[in-house]
């Protein structure tokens, strides 16, 4: 049995945050201005909540000790990431408000899962097949999927693009799923993306929900690169990707903040059209720029959605905003191994722009350093002068 989500947890309450990373920062940092007490599960000492958390447990995220701590000491219990163990999240439920459910988390922790989820509830998603030992591979289905190029993935812990492999072909597919471990695979038939795009949707669990405008996103080499809102895309369209969110939320009966990864792809008869890619159980990288462009930040809505208190207000304080992250490899400039520091200076001297370091003590090529935002009266001038920013502080 789980503890059943009721609200209002008010301050001074303890929220519990599993996973200490720079989402959970922000949510800790929102949750500490409110007047909440805050305790932080992650079992790295220099994790960037550890500097915000009213306490930092540092162990790992099944320690039977820590999850009992957690549960004297937090009236709820949130998450940071997707990948909390389920056995973990079922024994914090059994005795504290969880939020989002250990259910949602789980279909979001597994591409099987959330694919299936996605397809029973009617939900567009791209063609795909499952590689399972336990299931014996339809050699049509495969090579439909894989002929005209394909990405295989695995089902379980993967993160800005790693645990996925390009392949053309049956035998590529098949070589790639053995080269990933034979571990559980979904393999998607390579898109071709016009776009893609990220709703944020903060629900609570009496059903209230609140969204932002359609981000557009850019990744390179699979990790975001920038986030533009609103979407430069019709805006049937975005209206289309904003109630597909919704009803998502709806569908999962889900509580917190949830993102919702999309394509936007042509259709047989060539006009634009929404593919779900997947769902995050939790505030996300194109929703950081809500921290200085809107209101209410998705790290605010999260604790208030998790809280069952009222929603903020979602609207942005800027015709538009760009954001772009951060990454280790802008402490490299040359191919050597010394670490050189980018001249923030040039970003901090912008007032229209703000920027973010989360703190991590050593950078690492492809590591999420932190971001930058801008706003702009226009999503273009936001882009380009957001990008401009990075390459001269770089
Ligand atoms: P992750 O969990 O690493 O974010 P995603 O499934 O979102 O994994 O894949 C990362 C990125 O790779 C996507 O944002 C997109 O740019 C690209 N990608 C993923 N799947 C496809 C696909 N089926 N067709 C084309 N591009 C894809
Ligand atoms: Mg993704």
Redesign the pocket.
């Known amino acids: 049995a789980t503890v059943p989500l009721r609200g209002p947890i008010a301050p001074p309450a303890t929220i519990g945050m599993l996973g200490g990373g720079q989402l959970g920062k922000y949510a800790l940092m929102a949750a500490n201005a409110m007047g909440y007490r805050t305790l932080v599960l992650d079992p790295d000492p220099s994790a960037p909540s550890g500097v915000v958390a009213n306490d930092h447990l540092v162990a790992a995220y099944d320690d039977p000790a820590s999850l009992r701590r957690l549960t004297i000491d937090c009236d709820v219990i949130t998450t940071e990431f997707e990948n909390p163990p389920a056995a973990a999240l079922a024994t914090l439920a059994g005795s504290t408000q969880v939020a989002p459910r250990p259910s949602s988390v789980g279909i979001a922790q597994d591409r099987v899962a959330e694919k299936e989820f996605l397809l029973d509830n009617g939900f567009p998603v ?1 063609r795909h097949v499952v590689l399972d030992d336990a299931i014996p591979i339809a050699d049509d289905v495969l090579d439909e999927v894989a002929d005209g190029g394909a ?1 295989v ?1 695995t089902a379980r812990l ?5 645990g ?1 492999r390009r392949v053309t072909g049956r035998a590529e597919a098949l070589a790639a799923w053995a080269e990933l471990g034979g571990v559980v695979c979904v393999v ?4 071709d ?1 016009r776009c ?1 795009v990220s709703v944020l949707v903060a629900r609570t669990s009496d059903g209230r929900v609140d969204t932002w405008p359609v981000a557009e996103n850019v ?1 390179v080499d ?1 990790i975001l690169d920038v986030s533009i809102v609103p979407a430069r895309i019709d805006p049937v369209l975005a209206d289309r990707a904003v109630g597909l969110a919704m009803a998502l939320a709806d569908a999962l009966d889900y509580v917190g903040v949830l993102a919702v ?1 999309m394509f936007v792809v042509g259709d047989e008869s060539g006009a634009d059209t929404i593919l779900v ?2 769902i995050a159980p939790r505030p996300h990288n194109s929703g950081h720029w809500t921290l200085d462009v809107s209101v209410t930040s998705q790290f605010e809505q999260q604790i208030r959605a998790v809280c069952g208190l009222g929603l903020g207000d979602s609207s942005m304080t800027a015709p538009a905003a760009a954001m772009v992250n951060v990454l280790g490899d802008m402490w490299f400039d040359e191919p050597s191994d010394i670490a050189v520091e980018p001249d923030w200076a040039v970003v901090l001297d912008e007032p229209a722009a703000t920027l973010h370091l989360y703190g991590k003590t050593e950078p690492r090529r492809a590591r999420k350093m932190g971001h930058i935002t801008v706003s702009a009266p226009t999503p273009d001038l936001a882009a380009r002068k957001a990008l401009a920013l990075r390459t001269a502080a770089a």
């Open positions: 791209g990405i993935k993967g993160y800005d693009g790693k996925q998607e038939e390579l898109l993306l893609e990744h699979g990864e890619n997947e």
